[in-house]
């Protein structure tokens, strides 16, 4: 536990100091920015590794097409909203609206060129989002959505919205279904970080056109059953599941 307490301190602090810090970086390029951004994924996870002894692993990282894809992934915890952020040339998450009011963080979050969501702001947020994805694809950008909407414990049942399926409909693009098992090791709902191998599994990209039921069972026979198998590798480690 003291070992989970030191990382948690060190973790906001350190990624106050690079919002704080890096705040010039609002004024000029975005790719430096997202350079940042990459930064301090990869620093996190240097100190997750030195403090906690969490380690990760990247599987199938070459079925990523080379240019514009929505990725949709599997959301156990915090630790893919910045472990993900270096494996990708350029992405852009979809977010929630409440998030770019933020100071800082918000600034910091428009300057990334993310994509804001009203869940519950009806047609036009709808329509205002998918212009806003439909951007990040014409400048050749990889999407990430968390298809589920919120954080699911490791092993719970799915459960998948429709704005997975109204990006892939819209975008006309592969989707690159993502595995995990990071809830296993990094809990949703308290503070304990545990050691082991988190495993990141890039699954094989659907192509765009099918029928939207046709996707969506596609998309969450291939998402959940990669993630309970990592579940299961996870456990071998003898590290039981976290809510």
């Known amino acids: 536990m003291a070992r989970s307490l030191l990382f948690n301190v060190l973790f906001y602090v350190t990624t106050t100091l690079f919002v704080v810090l890096g705040s010039p970086l609002l004024f000029g390029p975005r790719r430096w920015a997202m350079a940042a951004l990459a930064i301090h994924g990869r620093f996190e996870l240097w100190l997750l590794k030195l403090i906690v002894g969490t380690t990760f692993e990247v599987r199938g990282r070459e079925k990523l097409p080379k ?56 047609p036009a947020a709808l329509r205002r989002m998918l212009r806003e994805a439909k951007s990040r694809i014409a400048d050749g950008r990889e999407i990430i959505i968390f298809p589920e909407g919120t954080r699911r414990a490791p092993g719970a049942p ?40 988190i495993v990141v599994e890039f699954l094989d990209p659907i192509p765009p056109g099918l029928p939207r039921d046709e996707f969506l069972a596609r998309l969450t026979t291939a998402i959940e059953t990669a993630s309970n198998r990592l579940l299961a590798e996870a456990e071998e480690q003898g590290t039981g599941a976290l809510a």
Not at 98 to 122: A, C, N, Q, T
Request: overall charge positive.
């Open 67 to 122: 240019g514009a894809c929505l990725v949709a992934s599997k959301h156990q915890s915090a630790w893919e909203t910045f472990a993900l952020i270096p494996l990708f040339r350029d992405p852009a998450l979809l977010m929630k609206r409440e998030l770019f009011w933020i100071p800082f963080h918000g600034w910091f979050s428009r300057k990334f060129e993310m994509i804001p969501v009203d869940r519950d702001k009806g």
């Open 158 to 197: 799915p459960d998948y919205k429709t704005g997975v399926i109204l990006l892939y409909a819209a975008l006309g693009v592969p989707c690159v279904p993502v595995a995990l098992n990071s809830g296993v090791f990094w809990s949703r709902r308290s503070l304990t970080r545990r050691p082991g191998t």
